[in-house]
Nanobody, 119 residues
Framework: QVQLVESGGGLVQPGGSLRLSCAAS????????MCWYRQAPGKQRESVAV?????IYADSVKGRFTISRDNAKNTVFLQMNSLKPEDTAVYYC???????????????WGQGSQVTVSS
């Protein structure tokens, strides 16, 4: 069994910063691509940042958000700076993980973290 547990969401003023964390636990064997998505009220879930051998960012967050990972701790981070009200959303981490008992990787999601940017 694999779990992705997120932490770090909250309320912040415009221009502020937050750091999200997502830790994978359980019978992980290999963790491949790790991503952050977000979903604002009334909108579709969208990709924010991806990290594998390189990083990819949505245009809306380039230069403000940074994705990183600690492979020793099976953790992915999203550092969010210069936050704007339009960044308000539930943020989800996602990872491709192969467990010790599975022949191939599967997609796993975190529980979601609310990020609210408001004065």
């Amino acid at each position: 069994q694999v779990q992705l547990v997120e932490s770090g969401g909250g309320l912040v003023q415009p221009g502020g910063s937050l750091r999200l964390s997502c830790a994978a636990s359980g019978s992980t064997f290999s963790i491949y691509t790790m991503c952050w998505y977000r979903q604002a009220p009334g909108k579709q879930r969208e990709s924010v940042a991806v990290i594998s051998s390189s990083t990819i960012y949505a245009d809306s967050v380039k230069g403000r958000f940074t994705i990183s990972r600690d492979n020793a701790k099976n953790t992915v981070f999203l550092q969010m700076n210069s936050l704007k009200p339009e960044d308000t959303a539930v943020y989800y981490c996602n990872a491709g993980i192969r467990t010790t008992t599975a022949p191939r990787a599967a997609n796993y999601w975190g529980q979601g973290s609310q990020v609210t940017v408001s004065s």
